[in-house]
């Protein structure tokens, strides 16, 4: 069995070095700039988005729930990541099928600001995935998490 979790940070330390790689094509290579970014784009709205709102803030909403006689209410931050990602993929579409008609200091502005949130949103989600582990301890959270091999 693999884990959801290990899968989101590993897909989070993708992301970081391919918003390095745009900021590249950005300057050098414009097309390829546009074409990357259509794909993590449909990455993000096909892969990640899913396994997060569909998956892993369920599970971590779930996972405290009586434990110990402790509730940790995470309501409230799941549903802001959730926004998040419409947010982000607002963003990401804008830059792919619109960016072409921008200026340069537009179009640059509109990457930082869609990499910026992008960057701090995987961030809280680390952060609140460690205040989980700390409240209803890792092993819990972990089980929680388990995605079952196919058989």
């Not at 995470?74 to 998040?84: E, K, Q, V, Y």
């Not at 008609?101 to 990499?115: K, N």
Request: charged residues 30%; negative net charge.
């Amino acid at each position: 069995m693999g884990s959801a979790w290990l899968e989101i940070v590993v897909q989070h330390r993708a992301l970081r070095g391919v918003l390095e790689e745009l900021r590249t094509l950005f300057t050098q290579d414009r097309e390829s700039f546009y074409l990357y970014m259509d794909v993590v784009v449909d990455f993000l709205k096909e892969v990640h988005t899913p396994i997060e709102d569909g998956l892993v803030f369920p599970k971590l909403q779930e996972t405290c729930v009586g434990v110990s006689g402790r509730q940790i209410d995470i309501a409230n931050t799941l549903s802001r990541l959730s926004a998040d990602h419409k947010l982000i993929l607002t963003l990401g579409n804008t830059i792919t099928t619109r960016g072409k008609a921008f200026d340069d200091d537009i179009l640059r502005e509109r990457f930082e600001q869609f990499a910026k949130i992008l960057l701090e949103h995987n961030t809280d989600e680390e952060e609140l995935y460690q205040a989980v582990v700390k409240v209803c301890g890792e092993s819990r959270v972990d089980s929680s998490l388990r995605i079952p091999e196919k058989v």
